[in-house]
């Protein structure tokens, strides 16, 4: 049973650039949350998604934006990409009314 | 609003020390808790979680954390430090109260624990 997959691993962008993460959550789970994890910092909850639909959101501007397909799989997108930017973003899945998240390895942003 | 505040950015320990990582926590109903653990350039894994049951959890890698009302904390510990348990160490509270089911959950900013040969 494979866990929770992202791609790509890693990716190297240009300020103002926009970029796409991918995200498969794990064989069961419904529901996918994204966070950012700055470097030396704990993850920061960015939104979650369930049904299709963006079920929370954190305190992130509208640059960042999701989607999540029939299937459970989610996008996360960022516009108008900025040096701050750069970070390890996460995903994590879970069964709807879990409290277990399952996390995927991230995807290393690099924004110059 | 939920936090998290985890005392000390590193820890060391000897190998077979006793391992204590503190985390306190701040909410404004019962929370839930959650331990995870990072190993370099990986995702987080779930230690242990307390979601109001016992006040003593026990988790996986012979981790275990007690949640203390008055004090507000929940903090990590295991008996022995094993050369494996070096990786980075981070407390979690989650807000039970959201009747559609997961909530947000909010970390800390993590603690390093070094194991010392």
């Known amino acids: 049973d494979a866990g929770v997959t992202q791609s790509p691993t890693h990716l190297i962008k240009t300020r103002g650039q926009q970029v796409t993460l991918r995200c498969s959550p794990k064989?069961?789970?419904?529901?996918v949350s994204w966070y950012q994890q700055a470097l030396g910092q704990g993850p920061q909850f960015i939104f979650q998604?369930?049904?299709?639909?963006?079920?929370q959101r954190g305190n992130f501007p509208d640059r960042f934006s999701g989607h999540q397909f029939p299937n459970y799989s989610s996008e996360l997108n960022v516009n108008a990409l900025l040096l701050g930017d750069s970070a390890l973003y996460l995903c994590?899945?879970?069964?709807?009314?879990?409290?277990?998240?399952?996390f995927g390895p991230g995807t290393r942003l690099t924004v110059t | 609003a939920q936090s998290v505040t985890q005392l000390g950015s590193h820890v060391s320990v000897s190998e077979g020390a006793l391992v204590l990582l503190r985390c306190n926590y701040s909410?404004?109903?019962?929370?839930?808790l959650f331990w995870y653990v990072q190993y370099p350039n990986q995702g987080l894994q779930l230690l242990l979680k307390?979601?109001?049951?016992?006040?003593l959890v026990k988790g996986i890698n012979g981790f275990e954390a007690e949640f203390k009302k008055s004090e507000t904390s929940f903090h990590l510990t295991k008996p022995s430090a094993h050369m494996s348990d070096a990786a980075e160490y981070f407390c979690?509270?989650?807000?039970?109260?959201?009747?559609?089911?997961?909530?947000?959950?909010?970390f800390g900013t993590g603690t390093k624990l070094q194991v010392i040969p």
């Open positions: 998604y369930y049904e299709e639909e963006e079920r």
């Open positions: 064989s069961g789970h419904d529901t």
């Open positions: 994590a899945s879970c069964m709807a009314n879990s409290y277990e998240q399952y």
């Open positions: 979690a509270v989650s807000d039970p109260g959201y009747s559609g089911g997961y909530q947000k959950v909010t």
């Open positions: 909410s404004s109903v019962p929370p839930y």
């Open positions: 307390y979601t109001s049951a016992a006040t």
